[in-house]
C-alpha cells in the first residue's frame, strides 16, 4: 500500500496516489473526466518518442543537466514501448488543445525520471515543464504526435492491408478469367463481364484509394514542432525542431521534417483532415466491392460461395450469413461518421489554435485502424475462399442484351426487337438472330460468343487502355 503524497502546481495543492507516476496537472484533468475514454495510446506513444528525442536534442545542446537528459530520454522510451499505458488517466474530452494528455506524458516521464535518479516522485528534480517539455508547446508537439500516430498505423497497418487486399483480387482476376457472367448495369442485366474483369476492376479501383491515401499520409510528414504557442516559435531554440525531426526520422525509420510555416498549420488541421478525407474514400469504394459479393454470394445469384465461418441463425438449423461482409460493411459506414467530425472540427480553430484535436485525434486513428481492420479480415475471412459457382456463366447465353452484337449489322431497332422477342419468349438470342437474319450461322455464333464480347480489357496480356 502506496501513502498518498501531495504536489503543487500554479493553481495549489493537489493529493496524488502515492504509486502513481502522473502528478496535480493529471489529477486536476481526471478529476472532472466523464466519458470513460482515452486519448489513442498511439497518440502518447507517439508523444513519448517526441519527448525522448528532444531531451537528448536539449541535452546535447546543454540546456538540461546531462544525467537529467539522460533519465527524461529512457523514462520516455519506456513511456513509448507501452510500459507505463495505465498510468495515462485524461479523459478523451478534455481541453481543446490536448493540454492535460501533453502534462499526463510530461509528469509520467519527469517522475520515472526521477525514478531513475533515486529520487522521489513529485519533487520535480525532473521538471515536467522546464525539462520534459523544453522548446515544445502542448499547441505543436500535440498535432505533431498525432501525424506521427497516424503515419506509424497508416504505414504499418493500412497500406499493408489495401496492398494484400489488391494482390489478392488480382489473383481472383487471374484465378476466374475463364468464367463469363452477366455484366449489370442499373441492377439489370447487361453485356457478359468475366468474373476476372470484375476482380480486375475491383485491383484498380482500390490501387487509386490507396495512392490518395498514401499522398494524404505523405502530407502529415510535415511537423508543426516548433511553433510552439501561436506558431511564433516562441520558447523554442533556433534548430531545435529541424533537428527533433531528424533524429525521429533517424531512430523510428518515420520520415518527417519541420513545417516551413508554422503560422499556416497550428490554427487548423487541414492535412489530418485531408487524410480522413482519403480513408472515407477508400472505404466507400470497399463499401461497393463487398456489397457486390455479398449480392453475388446470396440466394438470389448464387454466383459466388464465400467460407461459412458460423451458424447464421439461433432459430434456423444449417444456416449461413455473410458475416464478414457485414461486418465490414458496418466497418465501412463508420467512416463517414469519423470523416464528419474530423471535418466539422476542423473548421472550429479558433484564430492560432484548434481547440478539438483530441476528438480529431480519436476519429482519425480509428478510421484508420477501422478501414486496415476491414481490408483484412475480408481478405483472411472472406475472399481466401471464395469460389465461382456453376450459376456464374449458367444465364449468359440466355441473356437479351447479347443482341447488343447485333446493332453494328443490322441496325439498332432491329437488334431491339430480336432482344425482345428472345426475352419475351424465353429463348436465346442467337436462336432469334437464326430465324430472323440472314446473318450467316458460323458468323452469327462468333457475334453472339460470350466470351469474344467481354473483349481482353484487363488481361494479363492486354494493357488497359488510358
Given at each position: 500500500?502506496?501513502?498518498?503524497?501531495?504536489?503543487?502546481?500554479?493553481?495549489?495543492?493537489?493529493?496524488?496516489?502515492?504509486?502513481?507516476?502522473?502528478?496535480?496537472?493529471?489529477?486536476?484533468?481526471?478529476?472532472?473526466?466523464?466519458?470513460?475514454?482515452?486519448?489513442?495510446?498511439?497518440?502518447?506513444?507517439?508523444?513519448?518518442?517526441?519527448?525522448?528525442?528532444?531531451?537528448?536534442?536539449?541535452?546535447?545542446?546543454?540546456?538540461?543537466?546531462?544525467?537529467?537528459?539522460?533519465?527524461?530520454?529512457?523514462?520516455?522510451?519506456?513511456?513509448?514501448?507501452?510500459?507505463?499505458?495505465?498510468?495515462?488517466?485524461?479523459?478523451?474530452?478534455?481541453?481543446?488543445?490536448?493540454?492535460?494528455?501533453?502534462?499526463?506524458?510530461?509528469?509520467?516521464?519527469?517522475?520515472?525520471?526521477?525514478?531513475?535518479?533515486?529520487?522521489?516522485?513529485?519533487?520535480?528534480?525532473?521538471?515536467?515543464?522546464?525539462?520534459?517539455?523544453?522548446?515544445?508547446?502542448?499547441?505543436?508537439?500535440?498535432?505533431?504526435?498525432?501525424?506521427?500516430?497516424?503515419?506509424?498505423?497508416?504505414?504499418?497497418?493500412?497500406?499493408?492491408?489495401?496492398?494484400?487486399?489488391?494482390?489478392?483480387?488480382?489473383?481472383?482476376?487471374?484465378?476466374?478469367?475463364?468464367?463469363?457472367?452477366?455484366?449489370?448495369?442499373?441492377?439489370?442485366?447487361?453485356?457478359?463481364?468475366?468474373?476476372?474483369?470484375?476482380?480486375?476492376?475491383?485491383?484498380?479501383?482500390?490501387?487509386?484509394?490507396?495512392?490518395?491515401?498514401?499522398?494524404?499520409?505523405?502530407?502529415?510528414?510535415?511537423?508543426?514542432?516548433?511553433?510552439?504557442?501561436?506558431?511564433?516559435?516562441?520558447?523554442?531554440?533556433?534548430?531545435?525542431?529541424?533537428?527533433?525531426?531528424?533524429?525521429?526520422?533517424?531512430?523510428?525509420?518515420?520520415?518527417?521534417?519541420?513545417?516551413?510555416?508554422?503560422?499556416?498549420?497550428?490554427?487548423?488541421?487541414?492535412?489530418?483532415?485531408?487524410?480522413?478525407?482519403?480513408?472515407?474514400?477508400?472505404?466507400?469504394?470497399?463499401?461497393?466491392?463487398?456489397?457486390?459479393?455479398?449480392?453475388?454470394?446470396?440466394?438470389?445469384?448464387?454466383e459466388l460461395t464465400m467460407p461459412a465461418l458460423q451458424p447464421g441463425s439461433s432459430i434456423m438449423p444449417g444456416k449461413t450469413n455473410p458475416v464478414v461482409c457485414e461486418a465490414a460493411l458496418m466497418a465501412c459506414a463508420q467512416l463517414y461518421g469519423n470523416d464528419a467530425v474530423v471535418a466539422f472540427a476542423n473548421s472550429q480553430g479558433q484564430f492560432e489554435l484548434n481547440t478539438m484535436l483530441p476528438i480529431v485525434a480519436h476519429n482519425a486513428l480509428e478510421a484508420v485502424l477501422l478501414l486496415a481492420g476491414a481490408a483484412e479480415v475480408l481478405?483472411?475471412?472472406?475472399?481466401?475462399?471464395?469460389?465461382?459457382?456453376?450459376?456464374?456463366?449458367?444465364?449468359?447465353?440466355?441473356?437479351?442484351?447479347?443482341?447488343?452484337?447485333?446493332?453494328?449489322?443490322?441496325?439498332?431497332?432491329?437488334?431491339?426487337?430480336?432482344?425482345?422477342?428472345?426475352?419475351?419468349?424465353?429463348?436465346?438470342?442467337?436462336?432469334?438472330?437464326?430465324?430472323?437474319?440472314?446473318?450467316?450461322?458460323?458468323?452469327?455464333?462468333?457475334?453472339?460468343?460470350?466470351?469474344?464480347?467481354?473483349?481482353?480489357?484487363?488481361?494479363?496480356?492486354?494493357?488497359?487502355?488510358?
Amino acid at each position: 500500500m502506496h501513502a498518498n503524497r501531495l504536489e503543487h502546481d500554479s493553481v495549489g495543492a493537489v493529493t496524488i496516489p502515492g504509486n502513481a507516476l502522473y502528478g496535480a496537472q493529471t489529477a486536476r484533468a481526471a478529476a472532472w473526466s466523464f466519458s470513460g475514454r482515452r486519448l489513442p495510446l498511439a497518440v502518447i506513444h507517439a508523444l513519448a518518442r517526441i519527448k525522448a528525442v528532444a531531451a537528448h536534442q536539449n541535452g546535447a545542446a546543454n540546456r538540461m543537466p546531462q544525467a537529467i537528459a539522460d533519465a527524461t530520454e529512457r523514462a520516455a522510451l519506456e513511456v513509448a514501448e507501452g510500459h507505463h499505458d495505465a498510468q495515462f488517466v485524461v479523459d478523451l474530452f478534455q481541453t481543446g488543445s490536448a493540454t492535460s494528455s501533453n502534462m499526463n506524458v510530461n509528469e509520467v516521464v519527469a517522475n520515472r525520471a526521477a525514478d531513475l535518479l533515486g529520487a522521489s516522485r513529485g519533487n520535480k528534480t525532473v521538471h515536467p515543464n522546464d525539462h520534459v517539455n523544453l522548446g515544445q508547446s502542448s499547441n505543436d508537439v500535440m498535432p505533431s504526435a498525432v501525424q506521427l500516430a497516424l503515419l506509424d498505423l497508416g504505414g504499418r497497418r493500412l497500406l499493408p492491408a489495401l496492398s494484400t487486399l489488391v494482390e489478392r483480387c488480382h489473383a481472383l482476376a487471374d484465378a476466374n478469367w475463364h468464367v463469363v457472367r452477366d455484366g449489370r448495369t442499373h441492377l439489370m442485366r447487361a453485356t457478359p463481364i468475366r468474373l476476372g474483369q470484375q476482380f480486375r476492376g475491383y485491383a484498380t479501383q482500390l490501387t487509386e484509394a490507396a495512392d490518395r491515401v498514401r499522398e494524404a499520409l505523405d502530407h502529415c510528414r510535415a511537423l508543426p514542432l516548433g511553433g510552439t504557442a501561436v506558431g511564433t516559435g516562441i520558447g523554442c531554440p533556433p534548430g531545435f525542431a529541424a533537428a527533433v525531426c531528424d533524429e525521429i526520422t533517424r531512430r523510428f525509420g518515420q520520415q518527417v521534417h519541420e513545417h516551413a510555416n508554422h503560422l499556416g498549420v497550428q490554427g487548423g488541421l487541414d492535412r489530418i483532415t485531408w487524410l480522413v478525407a482519403a480513408v472515407r474514400s477508400a472505404g466507400t469504394t470497399l463499401y461497393k466491392i463487398v456489397a457486390d459479393l455479398r449480392l453475388q454470394a446470396s440466394d438470389m445469384l448464387g454466383e459466388l460461395t464465400m467460407p461459412a465461418l458460423q451458424p447464421g441463425s439461433s432459430i434456423m438449423p444449417g444456416k449461413t450469413n455473410p458475416v464478414v461482409c457485414e461486418a465490414a460493411l458496418m466497418a465501412c459506414a463508420q467512416l463517414y461518421g469519423n470523416d464528419a467530425v474530423v471535418a466539422f472540427a476542423n473548421s472550429q480553430g479558433q484564430f492560432e489554435l484548434n481547440t478539438m484535436l483530441p476528438i480529431v485525434a480519436h476519429n482519425a486513428l480509428e478510421a484508420v485502424l477501422l478501414l486496415a481492420g476491414a481490408a483484412e479480415v475480408l481478405v483472411r475471412h472472406g475472399l481466401e475462399g471464395l469460389q465461382a459457382t456453376a450459376n456464374a456463366g449458367a444465364a449468359v447465353a440466355h441473356n437479351p442484351m447479347l443482341a447488343t452484337a447485333l446493332a453494328p449489322v443490322i441496325g439498332y431497332d432491329r437488334a431491339a426487337e430480336i432482344a425482345r422477342r428472345a426475352a419475351r419468349e424465353g429463348r436465346t438470342v442467337l436462336e432469334v438472330a437464326r430465324e430472323t437474319t440472314e446473318i450467316d450461322a458460323d458468323r452469327l455464333a462468333a457475334l453472339l460468343d460470350p466470351a469474344k464480347l467481354c473483349g481482353q480489357f484487363g488481361s494479363n496480356t492486354e494493357p488497359e487502355v488510358e
